[in-house]
Nanobody, 127 residues
Framework: QAQVEESGGGSVQAGGSLTLSCIAS??????????MGWFRQAPGKEREGVAC????????RYLDSVSGRFTASRDSSKKTLYLHMNNLKPEDTAMYYC??????????????????WGKGTQVTVSS
């Protein structure tokens, strides 16, 4: 059964940086045939897509509010997805989730696009 597991969350002050990691295992396809996404959910808010990256890493999309501050990348040799977060703001505080789907060519910010989800890692940014 496909599993994805996030790590790297923590507490930082505004303007700080964090890097989240998501390792995939038990995939029915090769990691290079899997689209992956980062989502976040703050208390009382809906889960929203933050960044997504397609199977070959050439198509990357970002939520407008994080564009220029967050960078998604993937390492096939480690079957790992990363989210490098710079200049963090208090409004970035949320539980961050990794998601995966076996497909090629594109990715999506839609929750329903993905069929494997991690349990999340908490990011807290203080002002």
């Amino acid at each position: 059964q496909a599993q994805v597991e996030e790590s790297g969350g923590g507490s930082v002050q505004a303007g700080g940086s964090l890097t989240l990691s998501c390792i995939a295992s038990g995939l029915h396809r090769d990691f290079d045939d899997v689209a992956m996404g980062w989502f976040r959910q703050a208390p009382g808010k809906e889960r929203e897509g933050v960044a997504c990256i397609n199977d070959d890493g050439r198509n990357i999309r970002y939520l407008d509010s994080v564009s220029g501050r967050f960078t998604a990348s993937r390492d096939s040799s480690k079957k790992t997805l990363y989210l490098h977060m710079n200049n963090l703001k208090p409004e970035d505080t949320a539980m961050y989730y990794c998601a995966a789907r076996g497909t090629s060519g594109y990715c999506s910010h839609a929750r329903t696009f993905y069929n494997s989800w991690g349990k999340g890692t908490q990011v807290t940014v203080s002002s």
